[in-house]
T-cell receptor, first 111, second 112 residues
Framework: KQEVTQIPAALSVPEGENLVLNCSFTDSAIYNLQWFRQDPGKGLTSLLLIQSSQREQTSGRLNASLDKSSGRSTLYIAASQPGDSATYLCASETGANNLFFGTGTRLTVIP | NAGVMQNPRHLVRRRGQEARLRCSPMKGHSHVYWYRQLPEEGLKFMVYLQKENIIDESGMPKERFSAEFPKEGPSILRIQQVVRGDSAAYFC??????????FGPGTRLLVL
């Protein structure tokens, strides 16, 4: 069974700093790896999806990388802003019919 | 094209009552997934349905929980005789085929 771990559980950074969020998974036979953002009391917003054949995806200030062999993915956020404060979730899709989620990293960007 | 819609957004029930959570998938989406997020935990898969069929219910508790996705109308997640441990956020996602899932805003269930 796929296990997804996210470290750190919480992170506070000053505005403008670059940061990296980490995600690791135990089963490397994944179809894709996805990063989501969840605001308090809200649903999930998909940020980036990396197919298993890809190494990275970029969207604006966000860059996600995938290393299947080591079972790791990172989400890089450049020039962080207070509006980036949220919980970031990674999720992997394997051959099963569902996504396996990590417990998330709660990010606070301090103005 | 409206996104995935869930209602109610918040639901309060007393122990022993029934909870019905509704999910309307995006237009053209015939695949629906239900996830549960317990306090301070990650989202956990519950069930995957296509129209009128349950495809995978490996994440559903064996008792009190059921799900359906009728030919017409929303998908329903039903919890009978709720207990305090059922308090959680329940998220629905939909997809047109078995691909990228689009999530709804969730229903937050509180059992008193």
């Amino acid at each position: 069974k796929q296990e997804v771990t996210q470290i750190p559980a919480a992170l506070s950074v000053p505005e403008g700093e670059n940061l990296v969020l980490n995600c690791s998974f135990t089963d490397s036979a994944i179809y894709n790896l996805q990063w989501f953002r969840q605001d308090p009391g809200k649903g999930l917003t998909s940020l980036l999806l990396i197919q298993s054949s890809q190494r990275e995806q970029t969207s604006g200030r966000l860059n996600a990388s995938l290393d299947k062999s080591s079972g790791r993915s990172t989400l890089y956020i450049a020039a962080s802003q207070p509006g980036d404060s949220a919980t970031y979730l990674c999720a992997s899709e394997t051959g099963a019919n569902n996504l396996f989620f990590g417990t998330g990293t709660r990010l606070t960007v301090i103005p | 094209n409206a996104g995935v819609m869930q209602n109610p957004r918040h639901l309060v029930r007393r122990r022993g009552q029934e909870a019905r959570l509704r999910c309307s998938p995006m237009k053209g989406h015939s695949h629906v997934y239900w996830y549960r997020q317990l306090p301070e935990e990650g989202l956990k898969f519950m069930v995957y349905l296509q129209k009128e069929n349950i495809i995978d219910e490996s994440g559903m508790p064996k008792e009190r929980f059921s799900a359906e996705f009728p030919k017409e109308g929303p998908s329903i997640l039903r919890i009978q005789q709720v207990v305090r441990g059922d308090s959680a956020a329940y998220f629905c996602a939909s997809s047109p085929k078995k691909e990228t899932q689009y999530f709804g805003p969730g229903t937050r269930l509180l059992v008193l």
